[in-house]
């Protein structure tokens, strides 16, 4: 028996449906949140059709770092987020959070 250390995120489930200034974010763009540690283990996802990224692990409160590439040019944005507190819904309820994504 070999002990191995597993970092795990507790937090909520989110998707998030997110634009910017031209519509829905692209298909594929890539999502992540920003955390403090920045350890590179930061929950994350691509884009699906119409904006849309799932993502699990997520905090009450926190910011949502979206990168794409579009005629070799990188673009990006930034979501800052605070859930509705809802004491009725538990951690397995999913939430949904629509939003514009500011261009950094």
Known sequence: VVMAN???HIGNRVLFTLRNAQGP???GASARLVTAEESGNAP???VADGGQVYLSGVPQEGTLAVSWVVNNQSQSCT???QLPDNPQQSLNTV??????????
């Open 25 to 27: 974010l692209p298909f």
């Open 79 to 81: 979501l800052h987020f």
């Open 6 to 8: 597993y970092r795990t």
């Open 44 to 46: 994350g996802g691509m």
């Open 95 to 104: 939430k949904t959070v629509s939003g514009l994504c500011q261009t950094r």
